[in-house]
């Protein structure tokens, strides 16, 4: 009878599509947080409930060093278009400059209350913005840690702003169930779209620019135009959507997750089904794709991540961690790896087996 050495069924294993890399013990929950590479790919930043932003080897999984604030840190990191400096927020109400090579702090800023929402940097990154659930969109000096301006919305801030494709409007949503688009260098509004409930998703815009896609607590996508916030289309889910948007490659499609434990990918167009993904619990998690656009992951209170066809819905493997996943999935440049947190506090490194 013929038999496989033993090391050598460990090491297949090893590479099988869904398995674990490695684990990083972060010392408490990662909820809120959602891991962010370095401009390089060697670094993961992940914030936790510990109250850290945690900088891991994205090799090995080794801590390369942690910088600690007043409060949980659910907010994810931006970092410098030169990568030398990683942007957050924490629940003390701050928002930090931090040196990506040292973990040394470079300037805080405060805010009024805690930050959930995560930064985003202008088109030249000399701008931060930030939300915060003191109801401000703050535009920040990015080298001086200065407020800019400050835009008063009716509600806490959660959803994290994103720029325009001319970096000249900000999107950002509202506990005051708005939407807004925002004038970057002046911070004057330019139009609010009422939902029916807070807006906690993050906005994703069409890569020509002309539509905003983002999530509500009233249980719907919207397809909103980005010049004059009319509404293109709305998509009934059978629960509230705190999940935010990912646009296949083509921008043909839109994918998103709700509380009704779903994941679906709509028509970017005229905003009709084309798939649903049903796991076993609810999805606050945003998608992120493969980066040939094949395959579709995302977590799931279930405790899983999940990969799935893009094209067709259809399960390609699962993960199962120890508890719910709230944090969103990052990839690897190659794609070979992808990254996310658990209530559980861990950091994995999964393998995805897929390139495309």
Known sequence: MFHVPILAVLSLNLQLPGTKEWSFYAGADIVGSSPVLSNNGSTVYVGSLDGRLHAVDAATGKEVWSFETGAAVGSSAAISLDGSMVYFGSFDHNLYAVDAATGKAAWTFPTGYIIQSS???????????????????YAVDAAAGKAVWSFAT?????????????????????????????????GKEVWRFATGSAVLSTPA??????????????????AVDAATGKEVWSFATGAAVGSSAALSLDG?????????????????????????????????????????GSTVYFGSYDHSLYAVDS??????????????????PTLSPDGSTVYIGSDDMNLYAVRTGNLA
């Open 205 to 222: 815009i069409s890569s020509d620019g002309s539509t905003v896609f983002f999530g509500s607590y009233d249980y719907s996508l919207y």
């Open 154 to 186: 009716g509600g806490p801030i959660a959803s994290s702003p994103v720029l325009s494709t001319s970096g000249s409007t900000i999107y950002v949503g509202s506990g005051d169930a708005n939407m807004y688009a925002v004038d970057a260098k002046t």
């Open 119 to 137: 930064p985003a940097l202008s088109l030249n990154g000399s701008i931060i913005y930030i939300g915060s659930d003191d109801n401000f969109l």
């Open 311 to 328: 094209a067709t819905g259809k399960a390609v493997w699962s993960f199962a961690t120890g508890s719910y996943l709230y944090s969103s």
């Open 252 to 292: 043909s499609m839109v994918y998103i997750g709700s509380f009704d434990n779903s994941t679906y990918a709509v028509d970017a167009a005229n905003g009709k089904l084309v798939w649903s993904f049903a796991s076993g619990d609810d999805v606050a998690s945003s998608p992120a794709l493969s980066p040939k």
